[in-house]
């Protein structure tokens, strides 16, 4: 066995003189590893973790990024061996050098999770001895700039399975094999976390835009501009044991307040105070459950006022009174765009509060008006844009905002054409989402307020710990696009993002008198009762008259989208889903509980409970909502009947019809038009749906 040099801060190279000089050393706790103009650190950041950084400029960058939880008490061991050799030990996880600088890591237990990807002759010792010369780690410079970085690591093989990374609209649950954009756009939100069916989890921490490729050989991240590689690894023998290791480096959810438990109604838009108000009294008046309604886009005079436009909405104090009455909250749209010709642009354009453009005329979107978006990274455009929200506002009644164009949408996605405070938005721009929700959770809590949830079209790594739910964005309506949305939401909860909720219908589109959509609808209000929040939105055909020629009237309203819109049968079938969810309060109120203690998905793939039954971790069509509840939602149009697995390890009864059947068994269920496939392993939530 080599020889142990415990010595710290000395720097121990490989002896033997044919071979590169590479070079450790350790400070503190700390494994630094040196050659040519890298340095690499490898520390211990939280239970059984390890975060990687390195650099080739002459500082290490200080930011934590996702990570801002901080350390935690670790006392990793760290050894530096005769041979040239490395490795570093915290909890369950190992990390090891080889002398010629190749990192791996491994589970305590001497299983290989991760490894890089190297083809070069620097290690002649090694299977990976080659003639190609790839190194694992890339920093290619740019030119006058900071460099393009890469980080490659050996594929496991077509047995590895990872899910997380957050929303993209795509049909895979398992990731593997896929490609994935390192950015934000309308319906897309890159939250870099993955979990491996291996037993790791694995957080790209850098906010740079770039891509990510799980590919059959190699998988590769890499970023277009950028100062350091910054990765953090976890090992655990659960999925839940990965999941709350990344929520306690990153954060967690506050509590979900109760009133957000409920149904949301929604739609694109209620063009006035009156006609808001007419909606929620007729929820009222036939006695139908409703949590909260929406105020939308575009009830301003123009972007960047952020004020109710008092001709249609003449009275918002005295609407807010009567809606709390109700038991009803209001929530209202905010956008961070800035209309050229709006009262606050040149005030804000002076201050330096708008983000930039490196070239062209500074224009950043152009729907309704050109525009440049507020820039959240300025801590003081986020104050400012806070105290006219709190003014018009908050202090008003209003507790819960709808953040919208969070990515931040562009007209056009040159992401390296705008510039924000903290720096270009190459290499700053997906931190974007996380400070716009910031912006308003800040506020909020400096007013008291606690169990702050705001709705937003994006995220990213960390948007948990401000109160962002996030939605799904913009999307078409049919079956495709709600398939979609299971691989989004389950891949979502994985990532870090427990709250998350999509338009009911779908976004675009979807005819009020059109019966293939009643289907689609059905089915998706279904399965929305079964997501962290419930929530009706769509933008239906056909269009209403336009109601004015001023301020936000110039935007068009779609038809009308309460459950009592589609006639008869659907708002039948809608109710008896709405008091369900209202039934089930008390067990979403758990399942907020824990997403708030420790990280934990609300809605999860099979895996997450039963990691042991292999089939666990081929399921693309089933969830769990909770602990017990198994769904198995209707995907496709037309359907009468659909496969159900049942977990192994536990016996689930059908909660339609309250047959039992023992788990690892594939069961056929009849799907009528008003049953949404649903089992539960708890006999005492039956009741809950069998006296709806």
Known sequence: MAKEIP????????????????????????????????????????ENSLRVRATKLAEMPGNDWALSEGKGDCRPEITI??????????????????????????????????????????????????????DAREFRPIIGGDYQISARFESAGPDEKLFGMGQYQQPYLDLKGTDLDLAHRNSQASVPFVLSSLGYGFLWNNPAVGRATFGKNVTTWTVNSSKALDYWVTAGDTPAEIEEAYARAAGTVPMMPEYAMGFWQCKLRYQTQEELLSVAREYKRRGLPLSVIVVDFFHWPLQGEWKFDPVYWPDPDA?????????VELMVSIWPTVDYRSENFEEMKQLGY??????????????????????????????????????????????????????????V????????????????????????????????????????????????????????????GDIHSDFKTLRNQYAAGLNMGIAGIPWWTTDIGGFHGGWVEDPAFHELLIRWFQYGAFCPVMR????????????????????????????????????????????????LRPYIRSLMLEAHEKGTPVMRPLFYQFPQDAACWEDQEEYLFGPQLLVAPVLYAGMTERRVY?????????????????????VSVPTPIDQIPVFTKDPALLPLFQEV
């Not at 590479?22 to 040196?34: G, I, M, N, P």
């Not at 791996?104 to 003639?131: M, P, T």
């Not at 049942?646 to 690892?664: C, D, I, R, S, Y």
Request: a neutral charge; one cysteine or more.
């Open 413 to 472: 996605y040159d992401f390296d054409n705008y510039r924000y405070f903290l720096g270009p938005n190459v290499q700053v721009g997906n931190l974007y989402p996380v400070m716009y929700a910031k912006t308003f959770f800040d506020g909020m809590k400096a007013e008291g307020q606690e169990n702050i949830v705001n709705l937003l079209r994006c995220a990213w790594a960390g948007s948990q710990k401000y109160g962002a739910l996030v939605w799904s």
């Open 536 to 583: 009706l939105h769509g933008d239906r055909e056909p269009h209403k008259p336009q109601y004015g020629t001023t301020g936000g009237a110039a935007c068009l309203s779609g038809a009308d989208n309460e459950v009592w819109s589609y006639g008869p049968q659907v708002e039948k079938i809608c109710t008896k889903y709405l008091f369900l969810r209202e039934r």
């Open 319 to 327: 609407m807010i009174r009567e809606l709390k009455e109700m038991g």
């Open 81 to 134: 061996f005769e041979d040239g050799r490395a490795e570093i030990r915290n909890g369950k996880l190992i990390a090891r050098f080889t002398a010629a600088g190749k990192l791996a890591f491994y589970h305590q237990n001497g299983k290989l999770l991760l490894e890089e990807y190297v083809r070069n002759r620097r290690d002649i010792r090694s299977d990976n001895c080659s003639a190609l010369e790839i």
């Open 7 to 46: 010595i710290q801060g000395k720097i121990i190279s490989d002896p033997r003189p044919d071979k590169e000089r590479v070079c450790f050393a350790r400070q503190e706790d700390r494994l630094v590893f040196s050659y040519d103009c890298e340095q690499l650190w490898v520390e211990a950041w939280g």
């Open 646 to 666: 049942l977990p192994q390890g536990a016996e689930w009864t059908n909660v339609w019809t309250g047959e039992t059947q023992k788990g690892g068994t594939t």
């Open 354 to 411: 708008l983000i930039r453009t490196e070239r062209g005329f500074r224009i950043a979107m152009d729907y309704m008006g050109n525009t440049v978006h507020f820039d959240a990274t300025n801590p003081r455009a986020r104050e400012y844009v806070w105290a006219k929200a709190k003014k018009n506002y908050y202090d008003k009644g209003v507790r819960i905002f709808w953040l919208d164009e969070a990515e931040p949408e562009y007209s």
